[in-house]
T-cell receptor, first 117, second 112 residues
């Protein structure tokens, strides 16, 4: 299977600071990556779609000025949580889809546990 | 709006038992359906991918079926092992899109 690497796996930050999370596809190119968020006992919810070379598209209710997404290359997307608050504490996870053999399959990173204190 | 429901929310079985996890979705216009495994504090591992035109997929002790008309999928695990303990997630790809809609998962515990 394809490998998607996400870094860091855990981060604790102070309220009001910004945190950057990286998502890399290691052995394939991904023109599109996805960012999800998972609150305790809830399902994974799509936050935004990251498109290489263009602006990200955000799901309804997700603040684009707060969650900055940059997809600078075919193998790297970053999510920056700006001016983080305790309610932003969550599990953030990225995915990339690899197309081939008539199908596409989603591969996920390891996730990032963000705690804002 | 697509909604995905997984039943049961939690399941505890003795080692060696065969078991079935259920997933239902409200909109049958799906692109595909994927089953994942999530270990505590970890990312997702893809287990099986079923295209909308397929009825089932098998990998080792795992078998997943898809019935689009009824909006259901099942994940069958044969001869369960303690190492199978994890949360199993079902996700459907929206029609015409690569975006996934997830269920809340079934937390499986296999007791030695």
């Amino acid at each position: 299977g394809a490998v998607v690497s996400q870094h860091p796996s855990r981060v604790i930050c102070k309220s009001g600071t910004s945190v950057k999370i990286e998502c890399r596809s290691l052995d394939f190119q991904a023109t599109t990556m996805f960012w999800y968020r998972q609150f305790p006992k809830q399902s994974l919810m799509l936050m935004a779609t990251s498109n290489e070379g263009s602006k990200a598209t955000y799901e309804q209710g997700v603040e684009k000025d707060k969650f900055l997404i940059n997809h600078a290359s075919l193998t790297l997307s970053t999510l920056t949580v700006t001016s983080a608050h305790p309610e932003d504490s969550s599990f953030y996870i990225c995915s990339a889809r690899r197309a081939g053999l008539g199908r596409t399959e989603a591969f996920f990173g390891q996730g990032t546990r963000l705690t804002v204190v | 709006k697509q909604e995905v429901t997984q039943i049961p929310a939690a399941l505890s079985v003795p080692e060696g038992e065969n078991l079935v996890l259920n997933c239902s979705f409200t909109d049958s216009a799906i692109y595909n359906l994927q089953w994942f495994r999530q270990d505590p504090g970890k990312g997702l591992t893809s287990l099986l991918l079923i295209q909308s035109s397929q009825r089932e997929q098998t990998s080792g002790r795992l078998n997943a079926s898809l019935d689009k008309s009824s909006g259901r999928s099942t994940l069958y695990i044969a001869a369960s092992q303690p190492g199978d303990s994890a949360t199993y997630l079902c996700a459907v790809g929206r029609g015409g899109s690569e975006k996934l809609v997830f269920g809340k998962g079934t937390k499986l515990t296999v007791n030695p």
